[in-house]
């Protein structure tokens, strides 16, 4: 059933975000946000959301998922003008307190969340975080934002099922295993595989108590707003009613998208609104509209434009702007929601699934 309510969302933003500089060239750039920090800039479109003020997670809530040698390593690069972290990660002299920040955002939207002074919220944030390992920064993130945040709800709000759903192109290996053995912590990543950083193969489902917890739906390149609709609709909205979390985190990445110079896939804007709409009504049935999502990749701006505006869009529950057409019109969301688009790899990332999740209101 479409969601006409118009919603309180949350946006994070902030010019230190910015200040994150990664060097000429670097497709991971300060032009990612500036992109989409421009409309919303807009009087029309700022004075429909919600931009609360926010501060720095302290380095105790970063300890709760990274150890003390990784903090220590991004902290002595404050103050450096470039740093490298590794091959493909660098820093500049902001860049240890901008991870902070974001990994602040993501707390504070957590905790409004569950106050309940907002609906959902979007934080659009820098550094990325989902690759970022307990003990190595990788792949242009330096700490797990998400991850971080999900240790912080488990800590200090005693939330006890949370899902992280990952749709960046690449598959977040550092949040995986971060909750590998975790039966608190369901991690489903929807990712193009084989691509960075390797991991994420259909088997890779958890280990011990966290057996069954970790969902990956790996996918050759090439699919699109149909395909995703399918995984969204046929197995993550079943898991999460036979799951039933308290709260739901979305690696929000962009990459995904037709024509990221990082990727294969296709997805549309179009695509994106489906999915968020699909994820703002699980969350109003199961878990108070406690929704979430976090920017990861995304390297073609106008990808990351108008995925931002669709994702806002759907977040809010009305257009932002009539100029801009990412709000899902019903007709188009229901014919999306029914895909039965053929793939060998849903077929086979569903049939794992059912191994681990026979029972309960689950129709995989």
């Known amino acids: 059933m479409q969601q006409t309510r118009v919603r309180t969302t949350a946006v994070y933003r902030s010019p230190l975000f910015l200040a994150h500089e990664t060097g000429r060239g670097h497709v991971e750039s300060p032009q990612r946000l500036q992109c989409i920090y421009r409309e919303l800039d807009r009087p029309e479109v700022a004075a429909q959301l919600l931009f609360p003020e926010f501060g720095p997670a302290p380095v105790s809530a970063i300890a709760l998922n990274h150890s003390d040698e990784l903090i220590r390593e991004v902290a002595a690069t404050a103050g450096h003008a470039a740093f490298y972290l590794d091959a493909d990660t660098r820093t500049s002299a902001a860049s240890y307190e901008a991870a902070l920040l974001a990994a602040g955002a993501v707390i504070d939207g957590i905790n409004r969340l569950a106050r309940g002074e907002i609906d959902n919220g979007f934080c659009l944030v820098r550094p990325p975080g989902h690759h970022a390992e307990r003990d190595q920064a990788m792949g242009f993130c330096l700490f797990n934002n998400v991850a971080v945040g999900a240790r912080w709800a488990r800590k200090h709000l005693g939330l006890e099922r949370i899902l992280l759903l990952d749709w960046d192109l690449h598959h977040g290996n550092g949040t995986q295993h971060s909750f590998y053995r975790d039966p608190s912590v369901l991690y489903c990543s929807i990712h193009q595989y084989p691509c960075y950083p390797g991991s994420g193969a259909v088997g890779e489902v ?14 050759c390149s090439g699919h699109g707003d149909a395909e995703y609709a399918r995984i969204l609709n046929q197995m993550v909205a079943p898991l999460v009613h036979g799951y039933r979390p308290e709260l739901i985190l979305v690696s929000c990445g962009f990459d995904c998208m037709a024509g990221d110079p990082l990727g ?20 109003a049935e199961v878990c ?14 106008d990808n990351v434009r108008s995925g931002s505006l669709a994702v806002l ?20 969301f229901d014919r999306l929601r029914a895909s039965t688009a053929a793939s060998v790899h849903i077929d086979r990332a569903i049939e794992e699934v059912r191994c681990w999740w026979p029972r309960g209101p689950l129709s995989l």
């Open 313 to 332: 869009s759907e977040l809010h529950g009305a257009p932002l702007a009539a100029e801009y057409p990412v709000y899902l019109p019903p007709a188009d």
């Open 288 to 301: 108070d509209n406690r929704l979430l999502l976090v920017l990861e990749g995304g390297y073609d701006l």
């Open 264 to 283: 294969a896939m296709r997805l549309t804007a179009t695509g994106i609104a489906s999915m968020t709409r699909t994820l703002v009504e699980l969350a």
């Open 206 to 219: 958890g280990e011990g108590p966290g057996l069954g917890y970790t969902i990956n739906v790996p996918l």
